[in-house]
């Protein structure tokens, strides 16, 4: 059992056995779409994000049921579509589990996204100034480290679905 110690429009601050933790108040689920183009390029986007006060490159990703009740998959086909602008015919849950368990009661559901058809502009919706980027499989690590150098911050999770693909052959 756990306390309120703090709700905020979002986020609550919780206690349990004198652990301190951050819950969502609107869900618990979060979703990270690894998209390839029928190229076998590498969808990417970078946005800014006021914790960290700079723009992160990241996998396209978000909430879900934000707005209400909604299923994992159509949460992922639905960020896909809104930051991207694409559409997938193949979708395959590669992992999911908790996110940063010391921290956050998040669970983050990983997929990967195939047969891609751009049909939307992209970018995000409302004020998210999202920036698409389409990355060569074979410059995906000097793409990322070029894009570090240039001061982007880099989103490990990238790279934990990137070797995760690589090892399971996807």
């Known amino acids: 059992m756990s306390s309120v110690l703090y709700q905020g429009n979002f986020l609550e601050f919780r206690e349990s056995q004198k ?10 689920r979060v979703v990270v779409i690894m998209a390839l183009t029928p190229d076998g390029n590498l969808l990417l986007v970078d946005q800014h994000r006021p914790p960290v006060q700079g723009r992160v490159i990241e996998l396209p990703a978000g909430l879900v049921g934000d707005d209400g009740p909604e299923d994992i998959l159509h949460a992922a086909e639905r960020e896909l579509f809104e930051e991207t602008g694409y559409r997938a015919q193949s979708w395959k849950c590669l992992v999911d589990g908790p996110l940063v368990p010391g921290l956050s009661t998040e669970w983050i559901h990983l997929f990967l ?3 891609l058809e751009k049909s939307g502009t992209g970018g995000g919706v409302g004020d998210e100034d999202i920036v698409v980027h ?8 000097i793409w990322v480290n070029e894009m570090q150098t240039r001061g982007y911050m880099i ?7 990137w ?8």
């Not at 389409?134 to 690590?141: A, D, Q, T, W």
């Not at 989103?155 to 679905?161: A, E, M, R």
């Not at 070797?163 to 996807?170: E, G, H, M």
């Open 155 to 161: 989103d490990p999770k990238i790279y934990t679905l």
């Open 163 to 170: 070797f995760y693909a690589l090892s399971t052959s996807v």
């Open 134 to 141: 389409e990355v060569p499989r074979n410059n995906f690590l």
């Open 113 to 115: 996204a195939e047969n």
């Open 19 to 28: 652990w301190e933790f951050v819950q969502r108040v609107n869900t618990t």
